[in-house]
């Protein structure tokens, strides 16, 4: 069912955890399935520096989580905005149809957890 | 590397005993005919059709002209069902059946209801057991068919069918059990249970996939739902499937045979991985501790996801289902489960570990090792956890 | 005593090949998971089952999303059938069909007639090929569906398959074909027909019984018969049959490997065995001479009945089939000779010998050495007969 690459990320996670004195905090779940992930975020000059991830979801939604935060660190932020679950789906090798809102669930927890950042910066302004 | 596979699955299927097999293989290259034919390869099958109908009928305590072969046990679910349904028609419109029947029941009923039947699912406690006085409720004159499970597919229960069949029989109205999960587990007589029909499948119990049986009280009024050549008395037209038919035949001889042996191994097999996997903090059984089918456990872990300990399981070598939202086609969490009263996020946690007649204590043993730190490695992964 | 039987009834069900059965047994003992699970046992056998999917695919031109697994022949026929006309109702409910369909077709057929549905059987000719002429006639803009098989069972006609597809396609009529008797036989390529829909039947080529396909080009509207888990896209729920389907995989593989050279084989046959019976006096070959199946040779016999023949060729170990009413079970001569314009007594005198990529010459030259002297022993114990 699923692709190679989708096991690998979903066995092995990259970037699980929390970060306690995050910069930037994104939790979303799924209304369809009931699942939840949140995006922790560290950004330095605009840039994601560090990016951990928690999740209670299924295999596509654990890989997904793993991929997007591989893809976004490093990135700037309006950068890291412009990714999309097709792209982390295409990062993945691709994911069953009826997974495909895994990876939306992914996108948006990034898109969240940088608007949370962004509010705070405006706040302290 | 070749790992060592425990298959704790065997609700979903079985693994077909080597006897079977045996029984069956003279009937594909040596004794192929069709039992429609005049000549003798066709009396040979014939006969090893007519055989394995007796064994089936001895086995379930019915009489060989009450046995109809299917192709499996969705097809005499559906037979008993519609063509039931249908065959009552000038009697009433009005099904009753319960809310954790299997697809092949509950898809049925949401067809006939399309089709202008009423259909009224009777809800069930907290463990899963049917609550008779809300049948008995339930029953208009318009009722014409009752059809509730034996044993439950995902939390094992055991209905109270010998109690239905009473009501049934009372109020005259035609009683139908899916007994598919329940045969080789419990005790399968229909007279005893007092049903009109009763379905079975070959691939629950060691047989070949593809075979079911309808057992159909005489007198038991059914419409065909395909139409042909007229074999089975009318019933299930097309040409008998005679090696399934024979391999059928043979594991109902061997269910009935080792039923007793079969069950104490299944239940001390049971108990030990329930008490073992309930030690896991954060658990909780799902179905009856003591309406329950000897092969069935079912238990949710709160905080983590069914579809996601499954895959792990599985790179362990551990093969088990979930009623997870997560891991079903339509994304809806099970609904045996919710019936039973847990809410979304309990169902998604919860995992199925069927064994069977072949299943080893040092298999159970691994998958009480094993499971726990699967559990809390998801834990640690999930949001919704905090030590 | 042993007697090397020789066997003629392949259009009723044939020997199933070593290499089928030997590609089946892994799926029994080892490989013997739920193509729904989730775990590797379970992707193994969906592998198997896509695997499977797709060569049947290939055998007959279409992709594999085209093609539905069923349990038989009739099944695919029903679904085809019944599935077609409902799920066409509201654009008309006029069916066309022939007059020498199998049982599969025309019960199917007459129980639409009891539900609203109107059915033509369009008359054959002596040959017993369909008059295309008249089938264009039938057509109305009630008509939703046609449905003609492509080899028949009885005579081994084949129908002009291509013209009909033609003629639906410019009315936009769906197009059915029954190929169980044609697959291995003749080329079926679903495009090369124009069908819409095709039945195959596992048994009739060396694969095993219970399997059956149905070709279902893309948007293809038919509703389900049996309701339940929602396998193979809905349109026929219940656990696959695994094991046989990857029967139906390998022997539809085989067929097409070894076309040219079965095909060659069974004509050569055929014509030796047509040959060598017609030289019987008061003799006559039922079909058609060249649009006739490679491995159908039918013929009746004056003054005598078939099933004595059958049962006097059976006891010199050769088993083959006849349409006498007195072997049928409603007593009713062959309907596919009758509609060929024989008379019932002719039509009781027939025999049916059907060979296979097994039979040898040397069977063949047998069956020419017996034939006579049963033929003789019964004409002079026959009133009818005057020397
Ligand atoms: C309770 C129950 N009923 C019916 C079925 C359907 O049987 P089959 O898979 O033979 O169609 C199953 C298993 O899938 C089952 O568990
Ligand atoms: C032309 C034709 N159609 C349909 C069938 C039915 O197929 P099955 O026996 O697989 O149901 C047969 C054989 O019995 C047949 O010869
Ligand atoms: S998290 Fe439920 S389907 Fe992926
Ligand atoms: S003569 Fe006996 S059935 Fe026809």
Request: glycine letters at 8%; aromatic letters at 4%.
């Amino acid at each position: 069912m699923y692709s190679p690459k989708v096991m690998t990320h979903f066995s092995n996670p990259q970037n699980v955890g929390e970060i306690p004195d995050a910069d930037g905090v994104g939790t979303v779940g799924n209304p369809v399935c009931g699942d939840m992930m949140t995006i922790y975020l560290k950004i330095k000059d605009d840039r994601i520096e560090d990016i951990k991830f928690k999740t209670f979801g299924c295999g596509a939604a654990i890989a997904t989580s793993s991929m997007v935060t591989v893809m976004a660190k490093g990135k700037t932020l309006d950068e890291a905005l412009k990714i999309t679950r097709d792209d982390v789906a295409r990062e993945l090798d691709g994911l069953p149809p009826q997974k495909m809102h895994c990876s939306n669930l992914a996108a948006e927890a990034l898109t969240a957890a940088i608007e949370d950042y962004r509010k705070k910066q405006a706040a302290k302004k | 590397m070749t790992m060592k596979r425990v298959y704790l699955d065997n609700s979903a299927t079985t693994k077909v005993s080597d006897e079977v097999v045996s029984a069956m293989l003279p009937y594909f290259t040596e004794k192929y005919g069709n039992p429609s034919s005049l000549h003798s390869a066709g009396r040979e099958a014939r006969e090893a059709v007519e055989a394995a109908r007796a064994r089936v009928a001895d086995a379930i305590g019915a009489s060989p002209a009450e046995i109809i072969f299917t192709s499996g046990g969705t097809e005499s679910d559906n037979i008993a069902i519609i063509g039931g349904a249908l065959a009552n028609k000038k009697k009433g419109n009005h099904i009753i059946t319960s809310a954790i029947e299997h697809p092949a029941v509950i898809e049925t009923c949401r067809h006939l209801e399309k089709n202008g039947f009423k259909v009224t699912y009777v809800p069930v406690d907290q463990e899963g057991i049917l609550r008779l006085d809300e049948l008995e409720e339930a029953i208009t004159p318009e009722t014409t068919l009752i059809t509730v499970m034996h044993v439950n597919n995902e939390i094992g229960t055991i209905q109270p069918i010998r109690e239905i069949g009473k009501i049934a029989k009372e109020k005259d109205i035609y009683f139908h059990t899916d007994a598919v999960q329940a045969f080789g587990k419990v005790p399968v007589n229909v007279d005893d249970l007092g049903v009109d029909m009763l379905s079975l499948s070959s691939h629950k119990v060691h047989g070949p996939k593809g075979v079911g049986v309808l057992y159909l009280r005489r007198g038991t009024p059914v419409r065909s739902l395909v139409y042909g050549g007229g074999h089975e008395k009318g019933i299930r037209s097309g040409t008998e499937n005679v090696a399934g038919i024979v391999g059928m035949g043979k594991a109902c001889e061997l269910a009935v045979r080792d039923f007793d042996r079969n069950v104490e191994q299944m239940t001390r097999l049971r108990d030990r991985l329930m008490d073992g996997l309930l030690k896991i903090d954060h658990s909780r059984l799902n179905g009856s501790r003591t309406k329950r089918s000897p092969n069935n456990v079912n238990i949710s872990y709160s905080f983590v996801e069914g579809e996601s300990m499954v895959l792990l399981l599985d790179m362990k070598g551990i093969e088990v289902s979930t009623g997870s939202a997560c891991s079903s086609k339509k994304l809806e969490a099970s609904h045996v489960l919710l019936s039973c009263g847990l809410d979304p996020e309990t169902a998604h946690g919860s995992l199925r570990m069927t064994n069977s007649k072949y299943t080893t204590e040092e298999e159970i043993d691994y998958v009480i090792e094993t499971l726990p730190g699967i559990v809390s490695r998801l834990r640690e992964m999930s949001p919704l956890y905090k030590k």
